[in-house]
T-cell receptor
Framework: ETGVTQSPTHLIKTRGQQVTLRCSSQSGHNTVSWYQQALGQGPQFIFQYYREEENGRGNFPPRFSGLQFPNYSSELNVNALELDDSALYLC??????????FGPGTRLTVL | DQQVKQNSPSLSVQEGRISILNCDYTNSMFDYFLWYKKYPAEGPTFLISISSIKDKNEDGRFTVFLNKSAKHLSLHIVPSQPGDSAVYFCAASVVGNQFYFGTGTSLTVIP
């Protein structure tokens, strides 16, 4: 059974650019949640996708958007990057209402 | 609006002794609580959970206690081992919805 994987592991962008982060969910899971973890903070919920539909969103602006594909993998897109977007981005997959399994994260640095 | 709080950023314990990590929450609607452990360069790993219908859950060396009236959660590790050294996050949710994480407690177990 393959766990949750994320790509890339590290990424450096400049202000104003756009970025796409990817997440492959654990086999059989139909729900993906994305979290942002800033340095010294706990993960903050961005949004969740269930069966390709957004199902809940945290306090993040519209320039944070996502997709879930028929195989339940997911993308997180961030437009017009700002310095404060520098963080570890975590995705977690689960069955609907089940325990969340986290990937290793993508470290994004915005210069 | 920090709905889950871990007021101790760090904790040091001698090997073999008990580690007690604390967590407070403000939302009385939370009915499902988790503890995650996180090593550097890895995503959070599920450790133990408890639902609001219980006040205690044990799994080997790990016990989670829930005091709903005080809105307080604690994780006991007995006996503590050097491999337990990591950052521990508590998280809470209304089942099926987003998780709210605390800011983490860095545990160091001294050999």
């Amino acid at each position: 059974e393959t766990g949750v994987t994320q790509s890339p592991t590290h990424l450096i962008k400049t202000r104003g650019q756009q970025v796409t982060l990817r997440c492959s969910s654990q086999s059989g899971h139909n729900t993906v949640s994305w979290y942002q973890q800033a340095l010294g903070q706990g993960p903050q919920f961005i949004f969740q996708y269930y069966r390709e539909e957004e199902n809940g969103r945290g306090n993040f602006p519209p320039r944070f958007s996502g997709l879930q594909f028929p195989n339940y993998s997911s993308e997180l897109n961030v437009n017009a990057l700002e310095l404060d977007d520098s963080a570890l981005y975590l995705c977690a997959s689960s069955f609907w209402r089940g325990e969340q399994f986290f990937g290793p994260g993508t470290r994004l640095t915005v210069l | 609006d920090q709905q889950v709080k871990q007021n101790s950023p760090s904790l040091s314990v001698q090997e073999g002794r008990i580690s007690i990590l604390n967590c407070d929450y403000t939302n009385s609607m939370f009915d499902y609580f988790l503890w995650y452990k996180k090593y550097p360069a890895e995503g959070p790993t599920f450790l133990i959970s408890i639902s609001s219908i219980k006040d205690k859950n044990e799994d080997g060396r790990f016990t989670v206690f829930l005091n709903k009236s005080a809105k307080h959660l604690s994780l006991h590790i007995v006996p503590s081992q050097p491999g337990d050294s990591a950052v521990y996050f508590c998280a809470a949710s209304v089942v099926g919805n987003q998780f709210y994480f605390g800011t983490g407690t860095s545990l160091t177990v001294i050999p």
